[in-house]
């Protein structure tokens, strides 16, 4: 932590005396840092024009992992606002927001305590975008702090904020009827990490995990053997990877259970913890949630 403090106060100077070029393209515009592909899609919809955003974690980066580069570290520096999604989501960048707090902002802090869940060891789960109605609740807030950087645009946040909460509330009933698809019995979700929480509370699925809400722990073996307990006594048919986790958990499960004599097909990959490549449908947050309910509903039927 003391190196990447040594290189933060190396880059200001590079920075401050223009040796390095800027990161953002426009010098007009709001210039926004989002760690996750989920924020930044958030932060593009509501800011529109009046905002350049740079996303930090690509498709397919673990963000309970993901340790900054030196380019990012000259990116949050030079950023007029810093979004990211707190509850512990980020948690090797801790560090870099507790020492920028004029200008970060953690979307998961907008969401009442009271619709957060509360996973292991009395953390809230970091994991909201996975719900439609949960994710809705971080709009207003950021419009209003978008407004606060630019307080001629705040009509313009707030409507599309308007707009934004609207489409996410009416994708939730969309997808409820996709998943009624699935009979009752098969309404059961097992993948590597404990990402789906407020996924299977929005659409009635009960979930299961080989690991917990962090990819930082190791999978227990005890997990492992309960959960290939569980799948073969009920007789689920599809388990699933993570675009964002090593498949090796998944896999290992899927022979467990085969040595139960009962036969599991992994079901597709759902995006968890990262979007898909930008300019795809499951490069904003509405189409990943889409693909998911999709691919579950097509394997579970
Ligand atoms: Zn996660």
């Given amino acids: 932590m003391r190196q990447l403090r040594l290189l933060a106060l190396v880059l200001i100077g590079l920075l401050l005396c223009g040796c390095l070029p800027s990161p953002f393209k426009s010098e007009e515009k709001l210039r926004i840092v989002a760690t996750t592909g989920m924020i930044a899609d958030l932060a593009r919809s509501l800011g529109g024009e009046q905002v350049e955003?740079?996303?930090l974690m690509g498709p397919g980066v673990d963000p309970h992992l993901y340790r900054p580069t030196a380019r990012d570290i000259a990116r949050l520096n030079d950023a007029d606002l810093i979004l990211f999604n707190g509850l512990h989501l980020e948690g090797r960048m801790a560090s870099i927001f507790e020492n920028l707090p004029e200008k970060s902002f953690a979307v998961g802090?907008?969401?009442?305590?009271?619709q957060l869940l509360i996973a292991e060891e009395d953390e809230f789960d970091p994991h909201i975008w996975h719900s439609p109605d949960v994710w809705a609740k971080t709009i207003q807030p950021l419009a209003d702090r978008l407004a606060r950087e630019r307080p001629d645009s705040k009509d313009l946040?707030?409507?599309r904020a308007n707009q934004i909460e609207g489409e996410f509330l009416s994708l939730t009933a969309e997808l409820r009827s996709e998943i009624d698809k699935i009979p009752p019995d098969h309404r059961i979700l097992v993948t590597a990490h404990d990402a789906f929480a407020y996924f299977g509370r929005t659409f009635g699925l009960e979930v299961h995990a080989i690991q917990g809400i962090n990819t930082?722990?190791?999978?227990g073996a005890k997990?492992?053997?309960?959960?290939?307990?569980?799948?073969?006594?009920?007789?689920?048919?599809a388990i699933f990877?993570?675009?964002s986790v090593s498949p090796a958990t998944i896999e290992a499960l899927q022979r467990a259970v085969r040595a139960r004599g009962h036969e599991v097909v992994v079901g597709g990959e759902l995006y968890s913890d990262a979007l898909g490549a930008a300019g795809t449908p499951e490069g904003t947050v509405a189409g990943m949630i889409?693909?998911?309910?999709?691919?579950l509903t097509e394997a579970l039927k």
Avoid: G, Q
């Fill in 53 to 55: 955003v740079i996303s």
């Fill in 109 to 114: 802090a907008a969401v009442p305590s009271d």
């Fill in 157 to 159: 946040f707030h409507t």
């Fill in 216 to 219: 930082t722990a190791e999978a």
């Fill in 223 to 237: 997990a492992m053997t309960d959960l290939a307990d569980l799948i073969a006594e009920r007789k689920i048919k």
């Fill in 241 to 243: 990877v993570e675009t």
């Fill in 290 to 295: 889409r693909h998911n309910v999709r691919t």
